[in-house]
């Protein structure tokens, strides 16, 4: 496999194929089969009245390691709480290990803990455990994270990509990019500047109130390849037509703009507040309507489960159709 | 606190009071009360039948990161199985992260998987989620990882730095600093070479036979700062005195004659596959019998607790004795 011989290269991290092989090939295949790669978060223990236990886990690297609505501390609760939230589980503890490089700012560090220990508590999600390691002087980035997160599970959610069908709608909670493109601002590489804020958060409000929606088939959030990669998964897991609508799909004008300049499309950046989920026809208003009056106001349909080969289609804005290919090379290393 | 401001420095990583005071004054104050820094597993849940689950969190750097006896992949499973098995745990399940380099060779790195993957079924757990980041050439020392685990523990086990007494002695399962000592050795930075293996294992063997000891007290594997610095908790926290026997705790001859060489002291060198434990004085030797029998050729007495102030004292080899410090500085970076 010729992904897989040579070195490892920074496409192999941004969500795509080369990443999906990576896991698939090096890391799932020597574990043993117990690894299933297709969840957000893995079922481990089971209570006496039936609910789930399930874990998660993420590498955290951003640059830069603060950026305006956030920073690498909060990312990281966000981005596992967020894991087990759309795997339809209340968050419930979480741990932390810090990569720390020789030279790091202590008061950085302490503005970072300080981040992760408010995004928890506003999570309902307590630090139980936690590891540093400091690694020399220019072999670390500054800070690295990875945290780990469990949470509980009602016996009577039961979502996961093998109930998606066609007809389904694919809806998103909110505006999609913002967190790609606020780093990318923030990293002043380009000359551009803005006032874009990341849209890193908690998703639990939204997910609490899509597990009401009784048509609720699969969530995710759409962080390392973006909305485009969410749909790419969809289109092999059901083997179905994923068609998106570029015109109701919710992009904030600032982060259009700084694509339209720099090429990128935002189809294919991170949020990290965000929730995707795709839900039975019938109810996909209910569910936009529940999101809106929670304060989801930009929450929309993107778009649809079709018959057809496994494929994503971009309706686009003009009326034409384009196929979103599978993310292969990175359009913006080191975001999530 | 002079310790705490300015930059992070490679002591704040080793083990001893700079590392102890990061992560008690910058770590845990920031999360909020949830984190107990002296437990190596964290109380999780609690079954019906009153056993408890527990979790426990840690990264590793190790350089190189394959050396005589393992690798980091297998390093990191031992470590994590190792922090269960010493909090009177039964491994169950494993979640990995990886932090790879761009340019990192993708056969080394199927050799760390694989060697994961053969950790986790010997010592009985199942990897059930993991997550892999590509950092940027320069920035990631090749691979970190990062490795959390969950494990049962039965409701009768009641171990803690609480229980100890003055009287109470303690042991070690085997000869200590052999991974530090062959970690130091492979990096062949010191033109010295030698067929010393780390002893880096599963100490589940040791821990159940433990366990099945009444006097038995609390238990940990000296990894980062060695004998002297699990001497050094116990100490701190149960203010009495630690006495060891220089003689009687076990030093493979090439690892006394390599710190020798180099002027390390092999009490605060890593082990990666021992025990220390603190059991009452009555059932120490049947421990010792019991380890002995099942292998642990070395296992022996290598102090006792005493009525005294908080502090850690060596009968050296000769009938002197020296106070062990605290450590420090950094004997040897980056070794577990």
């Known amino acids: 496999m010729a992904l897989l011989e040579g070195r490892v290269s920074l496409a192999h991290g941004n969500g795509g194929r080369f990443m999906r092989e990576l896991i698939e090939e090096v890391f799932a295949k020597s574990f043993g089969g117990a690894l299933d790669t297709g969840l957000d978060a893995a079922p481990m223990l089971r209570d006496a009245d039936g609910s789930e236990w399930v874990i998660t886990t993420d590498g955290f690297t951003v640059e830069p390691l603060e950026f305006p609505g956030g ?15 759309v795997s339809g589980a209340t968050p419930r503890f979480i741990t932390v290990n810090a990569f720390i490089e020789e030279g790091f700012e202590i008061a950085t560090l302490r503005r970072i803990t300080a981040s992760i220990g408010r995004a928890a508590t506003d999570a309902g999600v307590s630090v139980i455990a936690g590891d540093t390691k400091v690694v020399r002087r220019g072999q670390g980035g500054g800070l690295y994270l990875a945290t780990t997160g469990v949470g509980r599970r009602d016996k009577d959610v039961s979502l996961g990509l093998g109930r998606i069908k066609s007809g389904d709608r694919i809806i998103v909670s909110g505006t999609i990019g913002d967190h790609g493109t606020a780093v990318l601002l923030a990293r002043e590489q380009f000359g551009l ?33 973006g909305l485009a990669t969410v749909a790419q998964e969809i289109a092999v897991a059901t083997s179905l037509t994923v068609r998106l609508f570029e015109r109701s799909i919710p992009v904030r004008p600032e982060v259009r703009g700084i694509c339209d300049i720099l090429g990128f499309d935002p189809m294919y950046l991170a949020s990290e507040g965000r929730v995707v989920a795709v839900i039975a026809q019938e109810t996909a208003d209910d569910a936009i309507a529940a999101l809106r009056s929670a304060g989801y ?14 494929r994503v289609i971009m309706e686009t804005r003009i009326g034409g159709e384009r196929l979103l290919p599978e993310l292969e090379d990175d359009p913006l290393p080191r975001i999530c």
């Open 71 to 85: 920073d690498i501390g909060s990312l990281s609760v966000h981005g596992t709480v967020n894991d087990l939230a």
């Open 297 to 310: 106001v930009d929450a929309n349909v993107a778009g649809q489960i079709e018959d057809g080969r496994s």
């Open 193 to 225: 500047s803005g006032k874009l804020e990341s849209d890193a958060a908690s998703v639990l409000p939204v997910t609490t109130r899509l597990l009401q929606n009784p048509g609720l088939r699969f969530m995710r959030d759409p962080t390392r390849g």
